[in-house]
């Protein structure tokens, strides 16, 4: 399973990448990850005009959007939209960091799950 991140290189500079995770067959009920430690689950309302500038995640996480959209964009300018159904790994937790504003005049909705810097899912 394949699912989209956003990391930051030595120089502190962000990009989006990919980590793989795992699964193996857990029989009947489809194939599974091997259970991986988390820290907190933080629930946030996000507003329909949110439009923050550069920051870095507070914390490495996973970021699980339920409702809505938000444009995300890297150190090299380059952007990507993910919307309800999408989750994210964010982990430029150092440096510039990421842009991320909403789209389409709606409020998201999003479940944040920490995750502690020994926790590998790749």
């Known amino acids: 399973m394949r699912i989209p991140r956003i990391y930051n290189d030595t ?3 962000s ?6 995770i795992a699964l193996a067959d857990g029989g009947p009920i489809g194939l599974l990850s091997e259970k991986f430690d988390a820290g907190k689950i933080i629930f946030r309302e996000t ?4 439009d923050f500038k550069w920051h870095p995640a507070p914390n490495r996480q996973l970021m699980f959007i339920l409702k809505g959209s ?16 999408d989750t994210v790994l964010l982990e430029d937790t150092v ?3 990421h842009c991320s504003k909403a789209l389409n005049n709606e409020i998201r909705h999003s479940i944040f799950v920490t995750l ?7």
């Open 11 to 13: 120089e502190g500079k």
């Open 15 to 20: 990009h989006f990448g990919e980590a793989e």
């Open 47 to 50: 507003p329909a005009d949110y």
């Open 70 to 85: 938000a444009e995300f964009t890297v150190s090299s300018g380059e952007k990507r939209v993910f919307s309800g159904g």
């Open 95 to 97: 440096g510039e960091g």
């Open 116 to 122: 502690p810097d020994t926790t590998k899912l790749v």
